[in-house]
């Protein structure tokens, strides 16, 4: 069975689809001076671009992680992610604090989602 | 192919199975004032609940990951973990440190487990 | 079907596989006075050991986590992970910091693959 790559570059794939399970992470392409709302958007609107790369959406996540760089953001994050999520779609869901590569960074989720 | 999602709630699944696979995360339900010792024996209670709902056991680990908030708890940690799996059924098994969103956790572990 | 463990010990199997899926974690085996550059070889030496065991191999790739204890490790990290890579076969990619088990950790890789 082939490995599907998605904009496949030399550190990393934008998304990568085997066996009917996608792998992709993201985290905002824009994030300077950008608010945690902000990057909030960017990575649901981006998620929502690789979820589309191999036929699937947001109603199809299975798990993700979520690293918070401050957990005062944690509140804010949980509506937006509520708001985001269609009832009942809900995945699998881990959430903890940790640094991130770019100081901008002030989240970066990891996620799995099944193909259609 | 269709996604089972047990118990759905707004911001999680308290575990999803697609093609064979299940994910869930486990964090203390009841973790005030509870030691190590009793935060351990909790997860480890929920997650044979969690196996249970799409028929598996702790015998088809695929995968955790440990998020521990001191390695002070390590060594206890290991001599649980190896006395709750049955021998030969070790997951693939990453620990880290991290900081979690409630301070009364001591530890959060997710999982990936075979379905039957 | 049948979950296959690679040298299942108490608190971990070096691999499983699953589904047409493996999982696997690796941390340096002589991680004592090793440089970052030493242990990223060590590392990706254990992963094409582990790819092997299940008919897999670095082309495979579907998703890792790297967990780095220090971020002024990131670019040469990059570097080596690049050179590794055979072109256009990265996979999805997570990196964020965490303090390991080890001291002598510099770095841990979570992989998910696929067998051929």
Chains 1, 2, 3 share one sequence.
Not at 14 to 29: K, L, R, S, W
Not at 53 to 79: C, G, H, M, P
Request: hydrophobic share 45%.
């Amino acid at each position: 069975m082939d490995i599907q790559r998605i904009n496949p570059a030399p550190k990393w794939s934008d998304a990568t689809v085997f066996n009917g399970i996608g792998h992709f992470v993201e985290v905002a392409e824009a994030p300077e001076n950008a608010s945690l709302e902000s990057q909030v958007a960017q990575i649901f609107e981006q998620a929502e671009a690789s979820l589309a790369t191999f036929n699937s959406d947001k109603t199809r996540l299975l798990s993700v992680t979520i690293y918070l760089t401050d957990f005062a953001y944690l509140e804010t994050f949980n509506q937006l992610w509520q708001d985001w999520l269609p009832e009942g779609s809900a995945p699998s869901r881990a959430c903890v604090k940790a640094e991130l590569a770019d100081p901008d960074y002030l989240l970066e989720i990891t996620f799995v989602a099944a193909a259609k």
